[in-house]
């Protein structure tokens, strides 16, 4: 990195922290060239590189000062969806996989990704712990794996439950290869070809992947982007629809970012209970919360077994080694069935060293690092949407996870502005990838999960540049 960039990026990391607030002079040309042992000519193009970026202004013979929206928001999205309210069947177009291959280019900046940025995890501690386990791991383990996993992982989990105050044991849980399985064998349990699942809109484009494969029909709910599917039109379907299952993500939804209040999840299991419909609760990004605790999931308020509960080390630990669970309450058996009947076990090696891991101290003191980098990372984007993006750009706030779920003005087409972006080597997520009818012709989905850098802060300025121009 150039020595100016590397001085910028110092500065704007301290104005997106608060260590610069609005209205804050920089430091002199003198102190910065003392403190960074740099040239003039070093300091002034730093200057003007954050000025071109919009986080600082010049006054005359004053010096340079922190703009005042350095930390500005964009409106917030706050209408909840609107779907119709038929059961279709799920068709799944080309469209996604293109979409999705082009998220997986080294060479585009990943806005439409769904992964976070992979240098935000302890890779090597937990190479290291790999190196350590695997020569002294049993050989008999790859057979004692079989059916519900690895046990000292599995009380490892149990264990993580359990400060949620929720009470499961080893026994409840089966581990699987990440969570995409958990969810496709918790589907399997509790559906048959044809039966409806009602599902969130938005959704994850994996939700309808996995009903198209299954012959299963989607019913999409309106959903709200802060607090999640709305109960009163969710009451109506399980009333007159009669779905065989819902599938919904409770804490920080992909893409809305929604987080159901714990009072509302209470509500949604009794009314699910009333009618007997199991809920398969995805809940992979429950760990990464900005506020203080991680917000329970609707698996708390489960007495009756109902709730299918699935996590992952994915997203916040070990992406790649594709270890998640489910906690499938009264359907145990069956999903553990089902998981020996089609992958027999996850990978045995990884299992063994994310037990070894969690074990030991350095779990949470890393999960506090990567929610403090998320939520700084927000602010960053949320704040470059405000300087690039035109007016009637309205933003969601998520209290956690890594996406920002953007509604552009209406007359813009998000399939014509992906195609538009990746020509200037920039993947969106645009919004009708996310629904079943292709709905949300004017919304985006962007990932704020990678540091927050001038090639990032270019693509907000191109895209912004994009949108302003079909407006
Ligand atoms: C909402 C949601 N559920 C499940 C998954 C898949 O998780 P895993 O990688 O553990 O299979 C993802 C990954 O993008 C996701 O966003």
Known sequence: ??????????????????????????????????????????????????????????????????????????????????????????????????????????????????????????????????????????????????????????????????????????????????????????????????????????????????????????????????EGIELGALADVLERQRPAACWLMTNFQNPLGSLMPEAKKRDLVAMLERFDTPLIEDDVYAELYFGARRPRPAKAFDKSGLVLHCGSFSKCLAPGYRIGWAAPGRFVQQVARLKLSSTLTASVPAEATLAAYLDKAGYDRHLRALRHTLAQ?????????????????????????YFLWIELPKRIDALALHEQALARGISVAPGPIFSSRGDFANCLRLNYGHPWSARIEDAMATLGSLVAAAA
């Open 1 to 226: 990195m150039k020595r100016y960039v590397a001085l910028a990026e110092k500065l704007a990391a301290a104005i997106r922290t608060g260590g610069l607030a609005a209205g804050d002079r920089l430091p002199s040309v003198r102190q910065l060239r003392a403190t960074h042992g740099v040239s003039a000519s070093t300091v002034f193009r730093a200057y003007y590189l954050l000025e071109a970026r919009g986080l600082v202004r010049a006054r005359d013979r004053s010096g340079y000062f922190v703009a005042s929206d350095s930390s500005a928001r964009p409106p917030a999205a706050e209408l909840p969806s609107r779907p119709r309210a038929q059961s279709i069947p799920v068709e799944v177009g080309e469209r996604v996989f293109t979409i999705l291959a082009a998220t997986m280019r080294r060479d585009v900046v990943p806005l439409g990704s769904a992964f976070p940025s992979p240098t935000l995890f302890p890779l090597a501690s937990l190479a290291r712990t790999m190196a350590s386990t695997v020569p002294r791991l049993d050989p008999r383990s790859s057979v004692e794996y079989l059916l519900q996993g690895s046990a000292p992982l599995r009380r490892q989990i149990a264990r993580r439950y359990l400060a949620n105050d929720m009470h499961l044991t080893a026994d409840d849980l089966v581990v699987t290869s990440g969570a995409m399985e958990a969810l496709n064998l918790c589907l399997a349990a509790v559906t048959r070809p044809g039966d409806i699942v009602a599902i969130e809109s938005p959704t994850f484009y994996a939700t309808l992947q996995a009903l198209n494969r299954r012959g299963l029909k989607a019913l999409e709910v309106p959903t709200h982007p802060r």
């Open 377 to 401: 990372q927000q602010q960053a984007m949320l704040a470059a949407l405000v300087r690039h993006f035109p007016p009637g750009t309205r933003a969601t706030r998520p209290a956690g996870g």
